[in-house]
């Protein structure tokens, strides 16, 4: 797939051609390339980032995450002994890639880190259902409904978005917890990302076209359930979380998530109603889809599905995670890989 950079490109090389042919045209090249600027910056991928971060996201770990080279080690050491001879939790990997995941969630603080981790593994043994035997690549109706997306590109700090149109969602043909299948994958596949376990997301939840046929799946359990993804349960940090599009029945649903929202979570909620203006003093237009006023496409979610298909190492991480897949769903390469690893997919 090309990204816009690429289109960028063909499209100077078409224009300098087009220049040739004469003077009397060159009014037009002008024009198009007054807009070309408007274009969306480069950075556009649909490829996981899993090298090591760069030494600007390291000095950003140290200053904003406390992961201070010196003690690093020491506080991975720390959170091994804390797991080990507490036995809350059982991890089903204990290497210090793992670890830090959890640490760098929690300001590297090893007891805020093993409490993030009691939950998370807590929140798997009482949501089973959200969590075994899934196949990540049967969850495409999700993008092909455009509900959940992640866009192969970030905001001006470098996080990841997450982007929900809930009024997209049919609860009549999608269960909820589909719902919330997307959004535990879409959460696996960016701790993967050493740059969002170090800058963390944020999420937008676009309520254009909302009803009360949504409004009544929200119920205190399910919203219950929605903060523990977004906020305690999950090796993520969640920056903020843009409400835009939204009527008088937000204040309805808002009201059933008060009461498991601490002051600082609620500080992290942005309701910008219908005024783009405001939505973008947090997220520039330049990083933003154009139906937020921004300058990119919308992207399926299906595009991060085919991306996993055919990624051997990102397979193999959702399948150590609990993923399961079809041997005729991934490509050969990726097949033949996973059998000499002896690593069970299926």
């Known amino acids: ?90 991890p ?12 760098r969630a ?18 798997k043994k009482e949501n089973p259902t959200l969590f075994e ?38 609860p009549k043909t999608i269960p909820i917890e589909d719902l919330f299948k997307a959004t535990i994958l879409a959460l696996e596949l960016g701790m993967l990302e050493q740059r969002t376990q170090i800058l963390g997301g944020l999420a937008i939840f676009d309520l254009e076209d909302i009803g009360t046929q949504h409004a009544w799946q929200v119920t205190p359990s399910i919203a219950a359930k929605i903060v523990k993804l977004l906020v305690s349960c999950f090796p993520a940090t969640t920056h903020a979380i843009h409400v835009v599009n939204h009527s008088w029945l937000v204040d309805k649903m808002y ?22 203006n405001s939505l973008h003093q947090h997220v520039l237009p330049e990083h933003l889809p154009e139906r937020y006023g921004g300058t990119w496409p919308d992207y399926s979610y299906r595009i991060w599905l085919e991306s996993l298909r055919k990624n051997f190492l990102v397979a193999k991480e959702m399948v150590a995670c609990g993923y399961k897949f079809r041997e005729e769903e991934i490509c050969p390469e990726v097949v033949r890989k996973l059998k000499e690893a002896e690593i069970n997919f299926a």
Request: net charge neutral; hydrophobic share 35%; aromatic share 12%.
């Open 1 to 90: 797939m090309k990204g816009p950079s690429d289109s960028f490109c063909l499209l100077q090389n078409a224009l300098n051609d087009f220049a040739t042919v004469g003077t009397g045209r060159v009014w037009f090249l002008l024009f198009v390339r007054s807009h070309l600027k408007k274009m969306p910056t480069p950075d556009y991928s649909v490829d996981l980032e899993l090298g090591e971060p760069l030494p600007e996201l390291l000095e950003h770990a140290r200053l904003h995450c406390g992961e201070d080279p010196n003690t690093r080690l020491q506080a991975i050491y720390e959170l091994k002994e804390m797991i080990y001879e507490r036995g809350e939790c059982n």
């Open 255 to 276: 009201n059933i998530f008060k009461p498991f929202l601490n002051s600082d979570m609620r500080s992290k909620i942005y309701f910008h109603g219908y005024d783009l």
């Open 106 to 123: 929690r300001n590297f603080i090893p007891q805020r880190a093993h409490k993030l981790m009691v939950n998370y593994y807590r929140f």
């Open 92 to 103: 089903h990997r204990m290497d210090d890639e793992f670890l830090v995941r959890f640490l």
């Open 133 to 170: 035997n899934i196949y990540p690549l049967n969850l495409h109706h999700i993008g092909d409904a455009n509900i959940i997306t992640v866009p192969p590109y970030h905001d001006q700090n470098g996080r990841r978005l997450l982007i929900y149109r809930v009024g997209c969602w049919d």
